[in-house]
């Protein structure tokens, strides 16, 4: 294959092959599985934020008929260990927190598990729960990382300081920097703890299978947590196998453990297949929630729009626990000054423990934070410079070649200029007002990792095989979170052994029969285990056309793979059925399967306080643009147009891309104007979907993609990730258009029609 | 107190004994292991458990199985052709990317067939409007809405 081979189904908008079970409702989610024999397990979860256990006593529940197992943490072999995220590389530096199980002798958040049970019903374990008795002794908590950063605050975890970790970032001299800027503006600007809110709740089921091994089927973003999970049990690594089933939706709340600890520990000391699905409130009030940010933000530029300076401070809430807050801290030092020319910058970044409920990967994972602050500053920046919002930013973006105030260099295209004209473009005649409705619009630009931190040395593996009959297998350890993770390797490798995509078989998430693939995480499954797909496929082509080759009497380089046939591309009509190669292969004992490993580039970091050089392997870029409606009566902010343009390097599956770029959209959007996980003292004050208010089909315009195909990415074909870059600059494009309209700006998310009522008296009241 | 109940389901049926307490939706995961309705919230706000009751698309997480005695059920299950050809509505989803995660989708399938059967011609309005109790977290309902939109233009022609 070489560059100008036309593809035949890469790039085309084809439905993928687990659409047809999902459409027909055939597909087997966690909680849609059983067993016979099965019990089901429920979790006692905290009613403190913050309190001693002064005694747990779950006679009572025992006793009580159908209760087969009531766990506490002195039942746990090891209850207490690191966190990992899948990572296998030992990176240290502060990066892997405490992972406990059940909570011993304190509980530090509300909603932090406490016991256990599995019985016959689900109403019986029910009922267990309420004879379980613990006694409390609460204790004041910390609830405000500013707050928990002052020395004489309590502290949340016994032993270690409330502030986690501190970064840096320092290019050039912010102070000269500033002296040098005719325009300085400087806001404090707030984001709120936030939901994934997938529709299918944190589920799984668990068995001991007939060699004693405990498997675990799961809704999961990472199966490789198997091995954390076995650590619990004391036992060794290959006693636990996880299944990871296709996911209703990941978001990156899938991505640490959710109930595979719970019924790993079930099942062992039952000896029974165990169910355990979380209710929608226990989700919202004991899982993962995305990092509320306070964000100081001051940035520098002269009269005629050119950036001298940017120095920002972040602080982070983390929770109760670690988990993954350090990373997405991580990840927000590196976006922090934006996709822009910056001379001198300097960056502080905190991430605190409080008795919150804890917090870790969100779709962004510490990128759409810093983008509403940085964008909201460019906007102002504009307004005081008299420049159009573009223009600006035009003026400013960074080019390839160019660095990072981290400095890392952009080794690859970098297609800002081209989102934001075709942005500008699309945005079109603006909508004229009407009555008490003022109308704005917005831009936001963005950046966006796709692939692991280089320091990780993230790899991936995958197993493609050809069958006697020509059809195709291939095994990959990825989970499928409802991207299209599964389907793209399909379709590469379809393109490649020139076969119809409906010849591919794949088996997915399997840790004990599928190769390690990594997590399906950081954007990175396409870049991955796109890659090593596609190493894995030219492997067998190549055997498959040097066998063609000797049959025909052609030189290989003539071959191509078509159709499920192998013909010669000079035109000559000589050709041969696929499977006779394949036949042909096998007769003489040549292996007919490849597994590949790609490696992403492998760096190390000097130190963690100091953010350096090269982090990621690549981002990618992309411009949001908004048109909106605010009621100057009722603050109510409706949505007119969104539209979202981003270079994709390559698109593998253009319906899968535009729907990963539509869905991010409406993701950001939620974020923008109703998405807040309120906490009050430490309890959850929005525990259903009455509170915690998801857009709906009335809520939001169609949104308008515009792909830009640099081919310029570094996964397979020259792709980018999208996942997680098309939420970025949704938020910060509408707070924009909001200013916009209405002439004033909110510095905090979500853009709630009470803030914006609050906002436009007092700017009254100011004359 | 368990007693029996009737239910058509799928065309088929069914003499079932439930509890007084027992939710339409855990009789047709648990009992008659139709598993495409699905538990998303267990208190209406979500759509996930939608069927059809009576040709209505209702919450069976809301609804009491013994309520329904008698009534005429459809999971998504039950809208393919016999000979496993897809209905109409499940092709569009399928040609337009509106299935990503897929856990919505058995719901929003069966409110777009019922709004269909209800209103051959709607106007994007009308779909979003009648879909709006069925939430997506993957789509930004975009391509649902496309979807349902041009299945009943095909309907026509």
């Keep these: ?767 | 107190m368990k007693k029996q109940i009737t239910l058509t389901v799928n065309g088929v049926k069914r003499e079932l004994f439930v509890a007084s307490n027992e939710l339409l939706l855990n009789v047709l995961r648990d009992h008659l292991e139709l598993t495409g309705a699905k538990y998303g919230c267990g208190i209406g706000e979500c759509g996930s458990c939608t069927v059809l009751l009576d040709g209505e698309p209702i919450l069976a997480c809301l609804t009491l199985a013994m309520a329904v005695d008698g009534s005429d059920v459809v999971t998504i299950e039950g809208i393919s052709g016999s000979d496993g050809r897809l209905h109409p509505v499940q092709e569009s989803f399928l040609n337009h990317g509106a299935v990503q995660c897929g856990f919505c989708t058995p719901g929003l399938i069966l409110t777009g067939k019922a709004l269909l059967d209800e209103n051959p011609q709607p106007t994007e309005g009308e779909i979003r409007e009648y879909i709006r109790g069925n939430l997506c977290r993957c789509t930004g309902y975009t391509q649902i809405v496309k979807a349902i939109k041009d299945s009943s233009v095909k309907g026509k022609a």
């Design chain 1, 1 to 767: 294959m070489n560059e100008k081979t036309e593809l035949r189904i890469i790039g085309k908008p084809i439905p993928r092959h687990d659409a047809w079970e999902k459409a027909f409702g055939l597909t087997c989610y966690a909680a849609d599985f059983s067993l016979p024999g099965m019990l089901y397990g429920k979790v006692l979860r905290s009613n403190y934020p913050s309190a001693r256990i002064l005694s747990v006593n779950t006679s009572r529940a025992e006793r009580l008929k159908g209760v087969k197992a009531v766990l506490t943490a002195k039942d746990v072999p090891r209850n207490e260990s690191v966190t990992r995220f899948g990572q296998t590389h030992v990176v240290g530096g502060g990066f892997e927190g405490l992972y406990r199980v059940l909570a011993d002798r304190k509980v530090h958040f509300m909603g932090e598990a406490v016991a256990l049970v599995a019985a016959e019903a689900e109403e019986i374990a029910e009922k267990a729960l309420e004879l379980i008795r613990v006694d409390y002794e609460p204790l004041p908590g910390i609830f405000d990382p500013i707050e928990a950063m002052k020395p004489d605050a309590p502290l949340v975890q016994e032993g270690r300081p409330n502030i986690i970790t501190h970064y840096e970032v320092v290019k050039g001299d912010v102070k000269m920097g500033f002296s040098e800027a005719d325009i300085i503006v400087e806001n404090t600007y707030r984001v709120p703890f936030v939901d994934h809110a997938y529709l299918e709740p944190e589920s799984g089921m668990a068995w001991i299978d007939e060699d004693g091994v405990i498997t675990i089927r799961v809704s999961t973003q990472v199966i490789e947590h198997f091995r954390g999970i076995a650590d619990v049990l004391n036992l060794p690594h290959n006693r636990v196998r996880v299944i990871g089933t296709y996911v209703g939706g990941g978001f990156g709340g899938k991505e640490d453990i959710t109930v595979e600890a719970f019924l790993a520990l079930l099942t062992y000391k039952t000896g029974r297949p165990v169910k355990l699905t979380y209710t929608r409130e226990e989700s919202i009030l004991s899982h993962s929630k995305r990092h509320p940010y306070v964000m100081i933000y001051k940035t520098g530029a002269k009269k005629d729009g050119r950036l001298t300076a940017l120095e920002a401070k972040l602080v982070s809430d983390a929770g109760a626990y670690v988990y993954l807050s350090p990373w997405v801290l991580l990840y927000s030092m590196v976006n922090a000054a934006g996709p822009y020319r910056i001379p001198h910058v300097k960056v502080d970044g905190y991430t605190v423990l409080t008795n919150n409920t804890f917090t870790s990967a969100n779709r962004g994972f510490g990128a759409p934070q810093v983008c509403f602050a940085y964008e909201s500053q460019m906007d102002e920046l504009a307004r005081r410079t008299g420049l159009e919002p573009e223009k600006i930013r035009m003026m400013n973006y960074l080019e390839k070649g160019e660095a990072l105030a981290t400095g890392q260099i952009l080794e690859r295209h970098v297609a800002l200029q081209e989102t934001t004209e075709k942005v500008i473009e699309a945005l079109e005649e603006r909508t004229l007002p009407s009555g008490q409705m003022r109308i704005g619009r917005g831009i936001a630009s963005g950046m966006t990792s796709y692939g692991r931190m280089v320091f990780l040395h993230d790899t991936s593996r995958s197993h493609v095989s050809i069958e006697m009959d020509g059809s195709v297998t291939i095994r990959a350890g990825i989970q499928d979170i409802g991207g299209g993770q599964a389907s793209s390797l399909c379709q590469i490798t379809a393109e490649i052994l020139g076969v119809p995509i409906e010849d591919i078989k794949i088996y997915i998430a399997d840790t004990a029969l599928t190769p390690f693939a990594g997590t399906t995480t950081a954007t990175r499954q396409l870049y991955m285990s796109g890659n090593a797909t596609l190493m894995a496929a030219l492997e067998v082509r190549k055997v498959l056309v040097h066998k063609a080759a000797g049959m025909l009497g052609i030189d290989p380089e003539s071959l191509d793979l078509v159709d499920r046939e192998v013909i010669d591309k000079e035109g000559t009509g000589k050709s041969l059925p696929l499977k006779e190669v394949v036949r042909a292969c096998a007769s003489d004992g040549v292996p007919l399967y490849h597994v590949a490993l790609f490696k992403a580039p492998f760096r190390n970091i000097a130190q963690f306080e100091r953010i350096e050089g090269q982090v990621f392997p690549d981002f990618t870029f992309g411009t949001h643009g908004a048109e909106v409606a605010v009621d100057e009566e009722t603050g109510r902010i409706q949505v007119l147009k969104l539209i979202s343009s981003f270079d994709v390097g390559r698109a593998i599956n253009r319906l899968s891309v535009e729907g990963q770029i539509e869905g991010g959209a409406i993701y950001g959007m939620g974020y923008s104007l109703t998405e807040e996980v309120i906490l009050n003292q430490g309890i959850t004050m929005t525990p259903s979907f009455s509170e915690y208010l998801l857009p709906t089909s009335m809520d939001v315009p169609d949104v308008e993609t515009i792909l830009i195909e640099s081919g310029d990415g570094v996964g397979p074909f020259g792709a980018k990730g999208v996942g997680e870059p098309s939420v970025c600059s949704v938020a910060p494009a509408i707070a924009n258009a909001v200013f916009n309209a209405i002439g004033v700006r909110i510095y905090d998310l979500p853009l709630t029609p009470e803030k914006i009522v609050k906002a436009l008296k007092e700017k009254k009241d100011m004359g």
